[in-house]
Structure formats: C-alpha cells, structure tokens
C-alpha cells in the first residue's frame, strides 16, 4: 500500500476489508493483513472485527472462533457485535447448536448487549422450525429489556406468529403503536399469513388492505390464497378488493387469478364488477366461466349494461348462442320502457353474424312492441 512516499492509511486498508467481507474472499484478506503488519500498522478493533466478518462469510468458522478468542483478550469483545458475527453465520449456514452455544457463552461472559443478539437466535430458531425455542427467547427478551427497534418486534411477532401466541402478537402490535414504529412489509407479511393460518380472514384482509395503503405490495401467492379464502366464507367484495390491490400493483398476474376472482364475482351476485373482470381479461377466461357469466349476467345483472355485455363477450372471441340472445330479448320484453335498447341489440346482431331465434319472433309481445309503423321488426 505504500506509494510515492505516502505512509499506508489504516482506513484504506479497512475499506478493502469491507468489500472483501462481502463475497467472503479470506484469501485476498489473509494477503491484505500480512501486508498491515510488513507495513508496521497496528491491527485495531475495527480491523480484526472486519476480519471476522471475513471469515465468517467465508465459511471458514473454526478460524473464527480462533479470531473471536483474540479478540477477547485483547478486550475487543466487551459488547455483543463479535459474538453476533459469528452466531448469524453459523445460523445461517445450518448450525443452529453451534450458533445457540456462542449465545449462551456470551450470556456467561455478561457481555453488553443491546438484544441484537435475541434477535439473531429468535430468528435462526424460526427458520428451524424450533418455534417453542424461539417463543421463549421472545419472552426472556421482554424479561430483560425495555428498548425495542422495528428489526426485534418483526422477529418477535414471527416468534409469537408461529405459536399460535395471539395474545402476545397483540402486544407486540400495541408496542409498536406506542412507540410510534411504523410497520415495514415484512411487518405486515408476518402478520397476514399469521391471521390467515388461524383463519381470521377479514383481519387477514384489513391488514393487507392497512398494508397496501402504506405503500407495500404483497405477493401474489398469499394475495391468491387470501382471495381464494374470503371467497369461501362469503367475503365476496373484499376478494375484489384483494385482486385489485394485486392488479393496480402493475404486476403479471398468473392466469388463473382472473377466472378465480370471475366465479366469486359470479357467487356473490357482483355482476358489475365481474363484467369489469371479463371485458379486461375475456382472452385469460375459459369459454365455460365465459357462458357461466353471461347467463347470470343477461338473467339478473343490470339490464342498462347488457348490450355492453354482450358485445364485450363477442369481441374476446367467443360465439354468443341463441339462448343468451334470448335471455336478453325476453328481459328487454318484459320492459318496455327499455325500447330503445331492445332496436339497438337487434340492429347490431346481424351485422355480427346473428338472428333473432323463432321464440323471440313468435313472442307477441315481441311484434306489438318492437315494430315500425309497417309492422316489421326493426332488424337489418
């Protein structure tokens, strides 16, 4: 590192550490430090600490736990930061006894904490599936500090999440509401699959509802599973409400979405918004949720939108039989006051390839409805 007669900067030698430490390249740190000490630079705190990060990153844990010791008695492990390097890598690398024996000598050793540590371990314990663990940790967290940051209440509601603990998850909630901590997405993700896995679906969907309005995007797996589950129970307008989040959200949908949405539309009577589904997405639909639509469209949706309707299902491509037409026909029929609907279907039929069917035309409603003062039919 010497070069046109500048004295090596200690803090040079550290910014290379760092990017090493990124990719774990312990060969090129090795190389970096034997330079330090030809260079007469004192290894400090900050360098042997990066160097730990190095090693850990690396896979290489024996040398760590080596370099920890060092550490130690050189009195550059009086807090937790070290301790925490080693335990996370070890954790994160599947050696989640090894990673719960670093903590528990730590806890031996009284070295300060800030409860980072919990919330490393709450957190490996987690994704062992060693959730009574984890909730225990939550509580002996609790027990012993009273500062709490948005990193340690995410770990502990998934802690509390994952055992079923509702009352705590309902604390951790009002926690957060009294230190004025605002919610991240992971915060919201926890706690959507939480409600949805006790089936507390509608609280499931005003979080995600609270979520999207906060400016996070959820994913689509548990956007689909909630819709799938608020339209089982009944929640027909909340499963819109849900797809629509997903929707204006600008990202590919997966096909299925929209025929699933489609069939609860259908289910719940939301003919309108299901009309909305369908002239956006007719080319995603199968032609029998297609027909499915239609017929409970033109049999009780409103009447102002079936010529709408009608002409949206003819422009995705599918063939409009004849007893569609007269379900529409026959709704018109019944209601005179809807003339001018009625002239406008039959004008547009033939020039799209239909005919009005012979029990439309032999309806006498029909003809002394529907006709020109020369009693013919007004279709051309």
């Given at each position: 590192?010497?070069?046109?007669?500048?004295?090596?900067?200690?803090?040079?030698?550290?910014?290379?550490?760092?990017?090493?430490?990124?990719?774990g390249n312990y060969k090129k740190a090795d190389e970096l430090v034997q330079d330090m000490k030809s260079a007469g630079l004192v290894l400090n705190k900050v360098i042997l600490?990066?160097?730990?990060?190095?090693?850990?990153?690396?896979?290489?844990?024996?040398?760590?736990?080596?370099?920890?010791?060092?550490?130690?008695?050189?009195?550059?492990?009086?807090?937790?930061?070290?301790?925490?390097?080693?335990?996370?890598?070890?954790?994160?690398?599947?050696?989640i006894h090894e990673a719960k024996s670093v903590f528990d000598e730590m806890k031996r050793k009284h070295v300060r904490s800030d409860g980072?540590?919990?919330?490393?371990?709450?957190?490996?314990?987690?994704?062992?599936?060693?959730f009574e663990e984890a909730k225990q940790l939550a509580c002996d967290f609790e027990a012993t500090y009273d500062k709490y940051d948005l990193v340690i209440l995410n770990t502990m509601l998934c802690a509390y999440c994952r055992v079923g603990?509702?009352?705590s998850v309902m604390k951790m909630m009002k926690k957060m509401d009294e230190l004025a901590i605002s919610p991240d997405w992971n915060t919201f993700n926890i706690l959507i699959k939480y409600f949805s896995k006790e089936k507390l679906y509608l609280l499931a969907y005003r979080t995600m509802e609270d979520m999207h309005k906060k400016g996070h995007q959820p994913e689509e797996e548990l956007c689909s599973s909630l819709i799938f589950h608020l339209g089982k129970i009944g929640a027909h307008s909340e499963a819109f409400s849900v797809y629509n989040i997903l929707r204006y959200s600008k990202r590919t949908m997966c096909r299925a979405l929209h025929e699933k949405?489609?069939?609860?539309?259908?289910?719940?009577?939301?003919?309108?918004?299901?009309?909305?589904?369908?002239?956006?997405?007719?080319?995603?639909?199968s032609s029998p949720a297609i027909k499915k639509f239609a017929t409970s469209f033109l049999k009780s949706g409103n009447i102002n939108l079936i010529n709408d309707v009608i002409k949206a299902i003819h422009s995705s491509g599918y063939k409009i039989d004849q007893g569609l037409f007269h379900?529409?026909?026959?709704?018109?029929?019944?209601?005179?006051?809807?003339?001018?609907?009625?002239?406008h279907l039959l004008q547009w039929m033939?020039?799209?390839?239909?005919?009005?069917?012979s029990s439309s035309r032999n309806d006498p409603r029909f003809w002394s409805t529907y006709t020109n003062p020369n009693r013919q039919p007004v279709i051309r």
């Amino acid at each position: 590192m010497k070069d046109e007669g500048h004295s090596p900067n200690v803090y040079h030698y550290s910014s290379l550490l760092n990017a090493y430490s990124v990719d774990g390249n312990y060969k090129k740190a090795d190389e970096l430090v034997q330079d330090m000490k030809s260079a007469g630079l004192v290894l400090n705190k900050v360098i042997l600490t990066t160097m730990l990060k190095v090693y850990v990153r690396g896979g290489l844990f024996e040398k760590s736990r080596e370099l920890l010791t060092e550490l130690e008695a050189l009195g550059y492990a009086e807090d937790e930061m070290p301790y925490c390097l080693l335990m996370d890598g070890l954790a994160k690398a599947g050696h989640i006894h090894e990673a719960k024996s670093v903590f528990d000598e730590m806890k031996r050793k009284h070295v300060r904490s800030d409860g980072y540590s919990h919330s490393i371990m709450i957190s490996a314990f987690c994704r062992s599936g060693l959730f009574e663990e984890a909730k225990q940790l939550a509580c002996d967290f609790e027990a012993t500090y009273d500062k709490y940051d948005l990193v340690i209440l995410n770990t502990m509601l998934c802690a509390y999440c994952r055992v079923g603990e509702m009352e705590s998850v309902m604390k951790m909630m009002k926690k957060m509401d009294e230190l004025a901590i605002s919610p991240d997405w992971n915060t919201f993700n926890i706690l959507i699959k939480y409600f949805s896995k006790e089936k507390l679906y509608l609280l499931a969907y005003r979080t995600m509802e609270d979520m999207h309005k906060k400016g996070h995007q959820p994913e689509e797996e548990l956007c689909s599973s909630l819709i799938f589950h608020l339209g089982k129970i009944g929640a027909h307008s909340e499963a819109f409400s849900v797809y629509n989040i997903l929707r204006y959200s600008k990202r590919t949908m997966c096909r299925a979405l929209h025929e699933k949405i489609l069939h609860i539309l259908i289910a719940g009577h939301l003919l309108k918004d299901a009309y909305v589904v369908v002239k956006d997405n007719a080319g995603l639909i199968s032609s029998p949720a297609i027909k499915k639509f239609a017929t409970s469209f033109l049999k009780s949706g409103n009447i102002n939108l079936i010529n709408d309707v009608i002409k949206a299902i003819h422009s995705s491509g599918y063939k409009i039989d004849q007893g569609l037409f007269h379900m529409a026909i026959s709704r018109y029929i019944a209601q005179p006051e809807k003339k001018e609907l009625l002239l406008h279907l039959l004008q547009w039929m033939p020039g799209h390839g239909y005919v009005v069917d012979s029990s439309s035309r032999n309806d006498p409603r029909f003809w002394s409805t529907y006709t020109n003062p020369n009693r013919q039919p007004v279709i051309r």
